[in-house]
């Protein structure tokens, strides 16, 4: 591959990505940048957790990203009665063919899962999904069972009911590559949401890459260079997120667990996702500062003086980035 | 690092101008302050110019390593950033910088390195801001006070300067005939401190004049000592060798000898003048001038015996009567003493007034101060005070106003009038009026102008009580 080939495979994945962003906005109402970042954790090969109140286009995105890619997607409701074996699969017997038993493939295998509200099923069940986020294969009775290899999460979950819930634990929060923030849309955003989804013509997305094209959109994203500034600028956050290490009063004062090492690799894996879209062939300090929010607001666990002072991880962040700027 | 490449080659150069910038904005509010300052102080402490130079000298240099170590921090790493915050590059200088350097560079690295060259294919033109022209010129301006302070000379009327005018050929000459004629190592220590203090070009500094001050005081005592001694003891052999032997004048002679002024006065006081008729006019003028030592003498710490505290009216009358009645050569060593002495007195009334001149120009302009009694011509020194608000002392005194008068203690012929309001009519040194200096000439009519007031005052309070 020469100069020329690479830079015209890095403006075809460009025009790639801006003709997905354009076919999810036909259906999906000002959510522009929740769905950038949303296809930036899907090219880094990393899951999202979706955080909105009911009825503000979630499962809408999910289904339409899903049709924009050409991708098998399934859905879980996941509630409180939901067992393991629900998501991933269990043997059963089989008659036909002479009674024997067979491995039932569960949902989770599958190219894109939506887990709705996923913090309504226990403990048990959230933690089915541990090794299949992370290691993409699921084991089921000592027999291990690979996953797709484009298999892409997406989580989502109700900040405001909290009764009968269960909050996710920290050890499947940090395998979120982003935590993305729904916002609640405003007057105009509601005229159109209205406008369009309350009529008899609902636009049908258009499939725009394959999943070859996506493999090889990832596999990009992973050659772009990282120099030693945008690095010593990533680990310098991920280190000032932790109380122990921290310089800042705030994260003493609010942060009781900082971010993990998982926080850099999608601080970094972000950042290049971000610079190549931004048609830079080196990521940049800026790239991780813009990554920074969706990729550690769900690994910094704040104390209970936080929570009772309503400071959030947002907060935190942000003063993290600045302070990181000035030390430049 | 290859330097041949445009955009390192220019990213040199912003990086030295960078440095520039930041050293003379480090360098700029402690040298704008500081030189001035210095040169200042060493004005304030009368320090030499070649110490004040070098003073200077040294805090420029050192200010000027402290800033060149401080810019050293400014790598092309950090000039690299500055350009692509300029231009809004993220990062893309600086990585430009890191990733030229690697030798096996992947598609991504050169296709990074392509770009960043194809924005800057000449270098990049960028440079800092020149320094403000304005700053410019005032450090130039501050060096330029700060070496014009440090060569500046004492305005005139400054104390050093004074002492310098005072220390004339003739003043030198005389002191240091006198200390060579009359043997006193304070003297000949004075005469060299003298002749060493005139050899320097540069004004001496406060401690050195106050030094020199308060030993021309000590000589002057002492000369005053010992001009009465020596009149003394010269008076004494002349009574000793008197035609009317009696026992008072032996012990006369040998008080004189002794320098016992007191025992010699009040031996004199015991003396019935109408039995001195054996007595030579010299011997009478020697009784009546211990007799008419009316001056209040001072508790010394030896009443008894050994050189007590004289008054300056009697060692005045002896070393005239000594002088009068001596030989040529007793003479010329009065003349010598009396010469020595008029210098010293012209050196510290003159240097101890316009130090007080420093101190409060208005204080000492208007000085009611009694002169100094080892500056018996110090009255002479007030030509200023003649000048303003001069009152004629034979003028009745306006209404509101009393005539005070100070008298000079030593005889010296001069004495002062002024008109000062009635409550402040005291001889406190503090009244800041005009005064005018009388000729001693004059003081009879003073005394009388006085006498005839308070008479005149009494006669119309006596009227009105009538």
Same mark, same amino acid.
């Given at each position: 591959m020469t100069e020329a080939d690479l830079e015209a495979e890095i403006g075809e994945f460009r025009t790639a990505f801006e003709k997905l962003l354009q076919e999810i906005q036909r259906s999906i109402v000002g959510l522009g940048e929740l769905t950038q970042q949303v296809l930036v954790a899907l090219l880094c090969g990393g899951h999202v957790l979706l955080e909105g109140v009911p009825g503000v286009g979630k499962t809408m995105l999910v289904r339409t990203l899903s049709h924009c890619l050409g991708l098998e997607t399934k859905r879980v409701q996941f509630t409180p009665d939901l067992m393991p074996a629900d998501i991933l699969g269990a043997h059963v017997l089989v008659e036909e063919?002479?009674?024997?038993? !067979?491995?039932?493939?569960g949902p989770v295998f599958t190219q894109v899962l939506l887990a709705d509200e996923i913090n309504r099923c226990t403990p048990k069940t959230q933690a089915a999904l541990l090794e299949a986020m992370q290691e993409r294969s699921v084991t089921i009775a000592g027999a291990t069972h690979g996953l797709d290899e484009l298999f892409f999460c997406i989580a989502t979950q109700n900040p405001i009911e909290m009764e009968g819930t269960y909050p996710l634990?920290? =050890?499947?929060?940090?395998?979120?590559?982003?935590?993305?923030?729904?916002?609640?849309?405003?007057?105009?955003?509601?005229?159109?949401? =209205?406008?369009?989804?309350?009529?008899?013509?609902? =636009?049908?997305?258009?499939?725009?890459?394959?999943?070859? !094209?996506?493999?090889?959109?990832?596999?990009?994203?992973?050659?772009?260079?990282?120099?030693?500034?945008?690095?010593?600028?990533? =680990?310098s956050l991920i280190i000032a997120s932790s109380p122990q290490s921290a310089e800042s009063e705030t994260v003493k004062e609010y942060v009781r667990y900082g971010a993990s090492p998982r926080g850099m690799q999608s601080l970094i894996l972000a950042s290049k996702a971000i610079a190549l879209l931004d048609g830079r062939f080196c990521c940049s300090t800026q790239d991780v500062a813009r990554a920074a929010l969706p990729a550690l607001r769900h690994r910094l666990i704040l104390n209970f003086q936080a929570e009772a002072e309503d400071v959030v991880t947002d907060d935190v962040i942000n003063e993290l980035v600045k302070d990181s700027e000035k030390r430049l | 690092m290859n330097r041949k490449? /445009?955009? #390192? @080659?220019? %990213?040199?150069?912003?990086?030295?101008?960078?440095?520039?910038?930041?050293?003379?904005?480090?360098?700029?509010?402690?040298?704008?302050?500081?030189?001035?300052?210095?040169?200042?102080?060493?004005?304030?402490?009368?320090?030499?110019?070649?110490?004040?130079? $070098?003073?200077?000298?040294?805090?420029?240099?050192?200010?000027?390593?402290?800033?060149?170590?401080?810019?050293?921090?400014?790598? %092309?790493?950090?000039?690299?950033?500055?350009?692509d915050a300029e231009f809004a590059l993220n990062d893309g200088v600086s990585s430009y910088l890191q990733f030229s350097e690697e030798d096996d560079r992947t598609l991504f690295l050169k296709l990074h390195i392509t770009s960043v060259s194809?924005?800057?294919? *000449?270098? #990049?033109?960028?440079?800092?801001?020149? /320094?403000?022209?304005?700053?410019?010129?005032?450090?130039?301006?501050?060096?330029?006070?700060?070496?014009?302070?440090?060569?500046?000379?004492?305005?005139?009327?400054?104390?050093?300067?004074?002492?310098?005018?005072?220390l004339t050929e003739a003043n030198r000459a005389r002191l240091s005939n006198a200390g060579k004629a009359l043997s006193s190592d304070k003297i000949r220590e004075l005469a060299v401190s003298i002749e060493q203090f005139?050899?320097?070009?540069?004004?001496?500094?406060?401690?050195?004049?106050?030094?020199?001050?308060? &030993?021309?005081?000590?000589?002057?005592?002492?000369?005053?000592?010992?001009?009465?001694?020596?009149?003394?003891?010269?008076? $004494?052999? %002349?009574?000793? *060798?008197?035609?009317?032997?009696?026992?008072?004048?032996?012990?006369?002679?040998?008080?004189?000898?002794?320098?016992?002024?007191?025992k010699a006065s009040d031996l004199a006081r015991s003396i019935?003048?109408?039995?001195?008729?054996? %007595?030579?006019?010299?011997?009478r003028e020697i009784l009546n001038a211990l007799?008419?030592?009316?001056?209040?003498? *001072?508790?010394?710490?030896?009443?008894?015996?050994?050189?007590? /505290?004289?008054?300056?009216?009697?060692?005045?009358?002896?070393a005239s009567l000594a002088r009068q009645h001596s030989s040529d050569e007793t003479r010329r060593v009065l003349d010598s003493m009396q010469d020595v002495r008029t210098a010293l007195a012209e050196i510290a009334d003159s240097s101890?007034?316009?130090?007080?001149?420093?101190?409060?120009?208005?204080?000492?302009?208007?000085?009611?101060?009694?002169?100094? #009694?080892?500056?018996?011509?110090?009255?002479? @020194?007030?030509?200023?005070?003649?000048?303003?608000?001069?009152?004629?002392?034979?003028?009745?005194?306006?209404?509101?106003?009393?005539?005070?008068?100070?008298?000079?203690? &030593?005889?010296?012929?001069?004495?002062?009038?002024?008109?000062?309001?009635?409550? &402040?009519?005291?001889?406190?040194?503090?009244?800041?009026?005009?005064?005018?200096?009388?000729?001693?000439?004059?003081?009879?009519?003073?005394?009388?102008?006085?006498?005839r007031r308070s008479v005149g005052e009494a006669r119309q309070m006596g009227g009105s009580n009538d």
């Open positions: 063919g002479g009674p024997h038993v !067979e491995f039932s493939r634990p920290e =050890a499947q929060l940090d395998r979120f590559f982003f935590k993305i923030l729904v916002p609640s849309p405003d007057k105009e955003k509601l005229k159109e949401i =209205a406008r369009k989804t309350t009529g008899n013509a609902n =636009a049908v997305p258009q499939t725009i890459l394959t999943s070859l !094209e996506l493999k090889r959109f990832q596999s990009l994203i992973r050659e772009v260079p990282v120099p030693d500034l945008a690095e010593d600028y990533a =680990a | 490449d /445009p955009i #390192i @080659h220019s %990213l040199m150069d912003c990086r030295n101008a960078l440095r520039r910038n930041a050293a003379l904005d480090s360098a700029f509010p402690l040298l704008v302050y500081g030189v001035p300052a210095i040169a200042c102080l060493s004005f304030a402490v009368n320090a030499q110019p070649e110490a004040s130079f $070098g003073l200077i000298t040294t805090f420029i240099v050192l200010i000027s390593i402290v800033c060149w170590l401080r810019t050293r921090s400014i790598s %092309l790493q950090q000039t690299a950033g500055v350009i194809k924005l800057f294919p *000449k270098g #990049i033109d960028w440079r800092p801001n020149e /320094p403000e022209p304005r700053k410019l010129g005032i450090l130039s301006l501050s060096m330029m006070l700060g070496l014009a302070a440090i060569f500046m000379k004492p305005i005139p009327g400054q104390p050093e300067l004074l002492m310098k005018e005072l005139s050899k320097t070009a540069s004004p001496v500094s406060r401690s050195d004049r106050t030094r020199i001050i308060e &030993q021309v005081r000590n000589i002057q005592r002492e000369i005053n000592s010992s001009e009465a001694e020596f009149a003394g003891e010269f008076l $004494g052999d %002349l009574l000793s *060798k008197s035609s009317a032997q009696s026992s008072v004048m032996n012990a006369i002679s040998q008080a004189l000898r002794k320098a016992q002024w007191r019935d003048n109408s039995d001195a008729g054996e %007595l030579s006019g010299a011997e007799q008419k030592d009316d001056a209040q003498v *001072k508790s010394g710490s030896n009443s008894d015996g050994g050189s007590e /505290p004289k008054s300056e009216k009697l060692r005045k009358r002896l101890s007034s316009s130090s007080k001149g420093v101190r409060n120009k208005s204080e000492s302009s208007n000085s009611t101060k009694t002169p100094s #009694i080892t500056a018996p011509k110090s009255a002479r @020194h007030t030509s200023p005070v003649q000048k303003a608000g001069a009152v004629n002392p034979f003028v009745a005194a306006g209404p509101g106003q009393s005539i005070a008068a100070i008298m000079d203690l &030593q005889d010296t012929g001069l004495s002062t009038l002024f008109p000062v309001p009635p409550d &402040q009519a005291s001889f406190k040194q503090s009244n800041p009026v005009a005064r005018a200096v009388v000729p001693f000439s004059k003081r009879e009519l003073v005394k009388e102008y006085f006498e």
